[in-house]
């Protein structure tokens, strides 16, 4: 069973409490509560969870805040937050993963999605991240040697095909702004646009073919490797 500590920052009782049911069959016993932004950054400060589940809607500080404080703060910047979101925020779901969450649900949500962001987000990639070869359903993506392999056939991507590649398949799930992925690959402030993304996109799917369709398009936000690959 799962142990891992989760912080719902959640101003509605009734959506709070259907997360922590949600939680609770899923095998996450241990949550902690909070019903405004200010009682959920204490709460993350003295009790470190494991995954911070943040509504942007807040009374006081708003979520946004929240998690640009959590991002700016040693001891909380590592935890993963996922944003809980109105289908009209679609601005501040691009702010908030710029400021660093790793995901975001839209509310009215399923609980079986919502389980599924939780998981991916928890997984521990960094193992593999580090590690020669990272597998993904066929992928073979090689950092050391700059070479990937799907099916045993050797492809030819450019350096930015290539990290925006070994991105996506180091965090399935995790959603990229487009100048998060410039950043990544490229570092902050680099003269690219993020047009020039979308075409690295386009062509890195082509090469990959039919395993391109893993490569999901956020609409307004980004992309993402679907998780579970």
Excluded at 8 to 22: G, K, M, Q, S
Excluded at 36 to 64: K, S, V, W, Y
Excluded at 92 to 98: F, K, Q, S, W
Excluded at 117 to 141: H, K, M, T
């Amino acid at each position: 069973m799962p142990n891992e500590k989760i912080l719902i920052v959640e101003d509605e009782p009734a959506i709070r409490e259907l997360i922590r049911l949600t939680l609770q069959s899923a095998g996450y016993p241990a949550a902690y509560e909070a019903a405004d932004g200010e009682t959920g950054l204490q709460l993350a400060r003295n009790h470190h969870p494991d995954l911070i589940l943040l509504d942007l809607m807040l009374p006081g500080i708003d979520g946004l805040t929240v998690c640009r404080k959590l991002k700016a703060d040693e001891e909380t910047r590592n935890i993963p937050v996922i944003m809980l979101t109105a289908k009209s925020e679609e601005s501040d779901v691009v702010l908030g993963l710029e400021m660093g969450a790793g995901d975001y649900v839209t509310k009215p949500f399923s609980r079986k999605i919502l389980i599924a962001r939780i998981r991916a987000q928890l997984r521990d990639f960094s193992e593999q991240e580090n590690s020669s070869e990272i597998r993904r359903s066929g992928l073979v993506v090689n950092p050391d040697q700059h070479r990937v392999r799907l099916d045993d056939r050797e492809l030819e991507l450019t350096f930015s095909e290539f990290e925006i590649l070994r991105l996506f398949v180091s965090h399935p799930g995790r959603v990229y702004t487009r100048s998060q992925i410039i950043a990544r690959i490229k570092g902050v402030d680099y003269p690219v646009t993020e047009r020039s993304i979308d075409v690295q996109i386009v062509n890195l799917r082509r090469k990959l073919g039919t395993w391109g369709v893993n490569i999901e398009t956020i609409r307004g936000v980004g992309y993402r490797l679907k998780a579970g690959v």
